[in-house]
């Protein structure tokens, strides 16, 4: 078994209908050796304060919805082992964004991002059914799988200086995203996502911290894709210039 010792969990509790400012709370527990931070977090709610709200849901750091930070640091509370950190650890909302209750974040504003930089594929014309699936070589896939590991933890744009001072800015892994279709052989649709790209708030706004990429849990390397991004859209600018959209 493993051995069992006591931590205390301090946590930014904020509840909108009674609270006008948040506040923390401290709680002294039993953990084990192998618990990650989000097992103390669920000891919390199952055993000693119901009122807790947090957010979670496969524990396998597949779908990125337990993102919080963790001693002042954006973290993917399922992977965190409770191991990395001394006998007291803070846990916190995700930064940068509008807190619903405790550690909820509300992410619909943010979810409007990514609909901005146009992520599915898009075509000037459908190819038929009876031509059967597109296919790519390996190298092609390549040039996009990794943009394309994002969980949507959110854990970068809680990281990012730019998007905690600009309201305008589209954020790392909705540029990232954006990135992976620009990148995807089959997609036509990279002149009309730069645009978007190129707009207030879209590459240029950009202070290359490098913060994004170094929290992120899958190693999806954001801060590449916007410097990437740059200069494939300033290219794709350039080119309109010259060419007309669709001579190309």
């Given at each position: 078994?493993s051995e069992?010792t006591?931590k ?11 609270d006008e400012?948040p506040k923390?709370q401290?709680?002294?527990i039993?953990?084990q ?8 977090l669920n000891?919390i709610?199952d055993?000693?304060?119901?009122t807790?709200s947090?957010?979670?849901s496969c524990r ?11 001693n002042g ?7 965190d082992?409770?191991?990395?950190y001394?006998n007291?650890?803070e846990v916190e909302?995700l ?10 974040v ?6 409007e991002?990514f609909k901005k ?5 898009i075509?000037a ?7 059967g699936?597109?296919r790519?070589?390996p190298?092609?896939l390549?040039?996009?799988k ?12 809680s990281?990012c ?9 589209l954020?790392p892994a909705a ?8 990148m ?5 649709g990279?002149a009309e996502?730069?645009e978007?790209m190129l707009?207030?708030?879209?590459v240029f706004a950009?202070?290359?911290?490098n913060?994004c990429?170094e929290?992120?849990p899958?190693?999806?390397d ?8 740059k ?5 794709d600018?350039?080119?309109?210039l010259?060419?007309?959209r669709?001579?190309e």
């Amino acid at each position: 078994m493993s051995e069992v010792t006591k931590k205390t969990v301090v946590v930014t509790r904020f509840d909108p209908d009674q609270d006008e400012v948040p506040k923390t709370q401290s709680y002294e527990i039993p953990v084990q050796s192998d618990w990650k931070v989000l097992d103390a977090l669920n000891y919390i709610k199952d055993e000693v304060d119901p009122t807790l709200s947090h957010r979670w849901s496969c524990r396998m750091a597949v779908c990125g919805s337990c993102g919080m930070m963790v001693n002042g640091e954006p973290k993917l509370t399922c992977k965190d082992a409770l191991s990395n950190y001394g006998n007291t650890i803070e846990v916190e909302p995700l930064a940068n964004f509008p807190v619903v209750r405790d550690l909820v974040v509300e992410l619909d504003g943010f979810m409007e991002r990514f609909k901005k930089v146009k992520p599915w594929i898009i075509r000037a014309k459908e190819l038929a059914v009876e031509e059967g699936a597109t296919r790519q070589s390996p190298q092609e896939l390549a040039d996009f799988k990794q943009w394309s590991m994002c969980i949507n933890c959110m854990l970068c744009y809680s990281a990012c200086p730019v998007v905690g001072n600009d309201p305008h800015f589209l954020g790392p892994a909705a540029i990232a995203l954006g990135h992976r279709y620009n990148m995807d052989s089959r997609d036509e649709g990279s002149a009309e996502r730069n645009e978007v790209m190129l707009e207030e708030g879209g590459v240029f706004a950009c202070s290359y911290a490098n913060e994004c990429s170094e929290v992120c849990p899958k190693d999806v390397d954001p801060a590449a894709a916007v410097q990437q991004g740059k200069a494939l859209s300033l290219l794709d600018w350039a080119k309109g210039l010259v060419l007309p959209r669709g001579s190309e």
